[in-house]
């Protein structure tokens, strides 16, 4: 029997996708015209010229648990004169997956788009709650499927949006299309993987189905999904951490806030711009500072202080222009020795910030009077503010508190926009490759560089120039791990990967060349690193 998509009646068995798209429609989501048969109702199939999408709709196709992503072969672009023919070859195929007495067949208005992607409510490789991923792409999203070419990608919350500068899809279009992620979220009870696409005039749900694997809870995952939403809400932002790459790399939570508390209303450096003459914006300077998996950057698109020579231009000797700083000096001598070591470090802090400008300035005379209320007697005393940093540096009070615990994750040194749209793979590792985790798992192995499709026999890591479907038959116990030089997140193939527990990286430029059959190889799925261990055996 030939049914209409969005009139189909409870316990219909037309499948998965079918019922799918029936929910969509039923809930006024844009959908293109579409009908289901089955095999015997061909001959009944009366369509108006045109071109037509033909897709299979399994029983066990878009559950929970499983998604049969890419399994069953897809007919786009198909004249009404040929949709017999295309229904025969996908029932064949659809055969020899699954059966096809369970089968059923999608026949649905094709639409020329002119951008179309792939979709999820929840990041579906990240535990970023709340995020929605959209990859695009400017045409028909076949290919993106299939993990042949990589797509643009954007995130997106309910009020706010991270969109890369060549995204192909106007700003409004994106507002109405996430609205229909989150609608459809919420209609089937659960994290959605949907395809959509957009005419130039109205936007289409293609399909739509639940997420079928997500990832586990990761902190890290948390931090990431922070510093992104801070680049949402202001894509100008640049976070620097030049500064204090060498004077406080990796604070505490204690240090950091110390040195937050020098910047704020009537701390130190605002009075010394008060002293100096200097304008000084404390709204900036309350989140000049931004602690990123640890690491201290300053807001170099909202500095403070904005002067042609920077913050102590204007000073022509190092302290004695400003009593407040020869203050700040004083203070540092006299508590050297302070039980107290933050008392230290907050004074050592201030003097660094000089010396990295103003390394061969002369120290004047009468600051080393002062030190007599030090116990450091046997240190050399120190002729320029250089000399008197590498001694501050030497202190072990103040090297306790520049370090922060916890897993070191190697991030840029400045942070734009474009490395917040994938932070953690932004910087180059030197002793491997870097591509887009899709599939989370750590593994070592053998690399066996394959151009077409086969069966491993021995235990390898396979590499690829791109996952297709066709490779989806042989990927079975021997299968270590994946690396593909293209595909997404979001494609078939990463999500075969994910179904199955196959760690795998895609996107990973020259993989065909570098990784040479024989090499050993770790793989971390998560991260989306790849270390090299030994050459061809």
Known sequence: MIQNIGSLPPGNGAGGKASGLDLLIKNGIPVPTAQVLSHDDITDLDLKPGRYAVRSSAEAEDGRETSFAGQFESRIRVEARDVPKAVEELVKHAAMVIGADRFSIIVQDWVESKVSGVAFSQHPTKDMPGVMVIDAVTGSNEKLMSGEINAVRAYAWEDIQLVPDLYPLPENVLTE??????????????????????????????????????????????????????????????????????????????????????????????RAAIELGLDYNVEYAAAYFQLVFGWLYSDASRQPVRTPRGFFSGIKSVFRLSSELERFAREYYSTLNDSDPEKSYAKASILAQFAQKQSSRPIPADIWALRSASKRTAWKEPKTVGELYAVLREDTKFASYTQSSGEVVELPIVIKKRDALDLRSSVTVSDGLRGQGVSEGLVEGICIPLKSSQRLIE??????????????????????????ETGSSMSHGAIQCRERGIPAIFGVQGAMKTLNDG???????KRGAIKILSSAE
């Open 177 to 270: 299309l996430k609205t229909s992620i989150l609608q459809i979220a919420t209609l089937i009870n659960s994290p959605a993987d949907i395809e959509w696409a957009w005419d130039g005039q109205k936007l289409w749900i293609l399909q739509a189905r639940p997420v079928t694997r997500l990832p586990a809870a990761d902190s890290l995952d948390h931090e990431e999904a922070r510093v992104m939403r801070l680049f949402a809400c202001r894509p100008e932002l640049v976070l620097d951490r030049n500064d204090f790459a060498e004077s406080a790399p990796r604070p505490d939570e204690k240090t950091f806030q110390m040195i937050r508390g020098l910047y704020r209303e009537q701390g130190a450096f605002h």
């Open 459 to 484: 235990a390898r890591i396979l590499i690829v120039s791109a996952l297709t479907p066709e490779w989806f038959p042989f990927l079975d116990k021997n299968v270590l791990g994946i690396v593909s």
């Open 519 to 525: 090499i050993r190889i770790q793989i971390d799925g």
